[in-house]
């Protein structure tokens, strides 16, 4: 049980506290659902789900809190309205309606059920419902509990959340270009979060890239120099049919990954219909170690079939660790370290839905 969590419920039950925790399916899952405030880099919001029930006990407990007869004659509450109180709360704006669309259903039935067979929410038609022996623990409606501990969690979720825009705040107010190197290569490992990877990661590429410059035209004639440029192709997590960044006017492809799962690479490549791939990995590991266990995952894959051995194998274009974002860093100058900075809270305002304080210079 999370502190939070353990801590609302001593307030509102006392002694009795854990006796409710371990009859209430309910609690139970949501206890398993919050953990993105202690977790490790890939824990999840999950708010979809959370915020369903959120949505569902806000209505119940203005008209129905302790009054199980007359919640037994009601029909329900209609799906227009669940919906709109989601997408109002914090980060609720991007969240899709498949909590509502039996998600959360078939996930509680996975988790927690004891009786898989007893829905959590009950559809009426566009109306919603939820099974009363989860709103209630041995006679106890726990309704408002549960709504506190939801609310607490948007709280430290925020918090959180924060934090990011906090050290951009000092780090913009940094002098020493040292320094500031050092402090962005901190926000460069491997426990950081997915989302704050792939931004930072974007940025620093972003501005090594745009140093570099290439000779490009349709005759000799008409050949131009041309610096290359990184485009962020939407937010993180975003389904995006396998690329992240996308580089003009070469046309590279860029994949921001974690090294636990090769066949999630192999399902990019995929996408894409093996169109090369850079991906950048947030691990602390060689660029040869990767490489060298992705080509071994793509021969047990494979069988050794070697038509479908080349297919994967050119798709890669580049690997880019940690390791290889630290050697860039370390060779930017000043004003590039600052358009860094400057982008990583853009991207992280944007990301975050947050009031941006100014546009990047490109």
Known sequence: MRDFIKDILKN?????????????????????????????????KNLGNIYAIYAFLY????NFYNNAKAYKKFDGFEYTDLWNFCKKQYGGEKIQNH????????????????EPEKMLLIINGSKYLMHI?????????????????????????????????????DLMKE????KKRIKIINLLDEDSEARIFEIISFA???SYYKNEKIYIGKSIDTIQTEYLKLYKTGRTNANDGGIDFVMKPLGRFFQVTEVDNYDKYLLDMDKVLHFPITFVVKTNKKRETIEKELNQYILLK?????????????????????????????ELSLDDINFIIKDIDLYYRMEMNLELLGEVEE
Do not use: C, P, W
């Open 59 to 62: 209505f119940y407990s203005k």
């Open 133 to 169: 022996d989860y709103i209630y623990v041995n006679g106890i409606d726990i309704s408002f509990s549960i709504l506190k501990i939801i609310r607490k969690y948007i709280e430290l979720l925020y918090e959180k959340d924060m934090k990011l825009i906090k050290d951009l705040e």
């Open 204 to 206: 620093v590429l972003k």
């Open 302 to 330: 494979s069988g050794g079939m070697e038509t479908i051995i080349n297919n994967y194998k050119n798709s890669i274009e580049e690997i880019i660790t940690i390791n290889e974002l630290k050697i860039f860093l370390n």
């Open 12 to 44: 509102d039950f006392k002694e009795n506290y854990e006796n409710i925790f371990h009859n209430s399916e309910l609690l139970q899952y949501i206890d398993k659902k919050t953990n993105a405030i202690t977790g490790n880099s890939k824990s999840r």
């Open 175 to 178: 002098h020493d270009v040292t």
């Open 99 to 114: 909590a509502l669309n039996n998600r959360l259903n078939t996930e509680f039935a996975n988790k927690v059920a004891k």
